[in-house]
């Protein structure tokens, strides 16, 4: 297996953070109820480490983390800034026109492992930012705070090491 060329770029770092910064709602789609899922994870960090207010996207979930849980973007009670999307990526395509049938979602954000750059193209002449194959909460960690090896934010922000 070889090494896949790829023509479309994520944002920029200072693009990254520009979007965090700015987003103040996002809806997580695919979120799951079990702990071990990424995306309960991801939504973990983000309700306690996070000022965004954050709607969960599943319909065979009722509640995650004692939030209720939509079964549609359309049903969410307003539009997001940004939709983080962990899905298949045979549903992206699914996810995009859901994405786009909401005025004002800003950011299509897709987690590790997701990449497709025609729906990126697709989303991005419809004038939302992009970013894919990236973690939000990775990503809000490394701009907002101490980011340790592991992921967790350790909540200390130190160049001095620590002292055995």
Not at 1 to 20: D, F, K, T, Y
Not at 96 to 123: C, M, S
Request: hydrophobic share 50%; aromatic share 8%; with cysteine.
């Amino acid at each position: 297996m070889g090494i896949v060329a790829r023509s479309w770029e994520n944002p920029s770092a200072l693009a990254r953070q520009r979007i965090l910064r700015e987003t103040r709602a996002v809806a997580v789609v695919g979120a799951s109820p079990n702990p071990a899922r990424a995306s309960n994870f991801v939504a973990t960090y983000l309700l306690a480490s996070t000022d965004y207010e954050v709607w969960f996207v599943n319909p065979n979930a009722t509640e995650i983390l004692g939030r209720p849980v939509y079964p549609t973007l359309a049903d969410l009670p307003a539009v997001p800034d940004m939709v983080d999307t962990f899905r298949r990526p045979e549903d992206l395509g699914g996810v995009l026109d859901e994405v786009l049938a909401l005025d004002g979602v800003k950011t299509w954000w897709l987690q590790f492992g997701l990449w497709d750059e025609a729906l990126a193209a697709r989303a991005e002449a419809a004038g939302l930012a992009v970013v894919m194959d990236r973690c939000l909460k990775v990503e809000h960690a490394r701009f907002h705070g101490g980011l340790h090896l592991a992921g967790f934010d350790t909540g200390v922000i130190s160049a001095r090491r620590r002292e055995a």
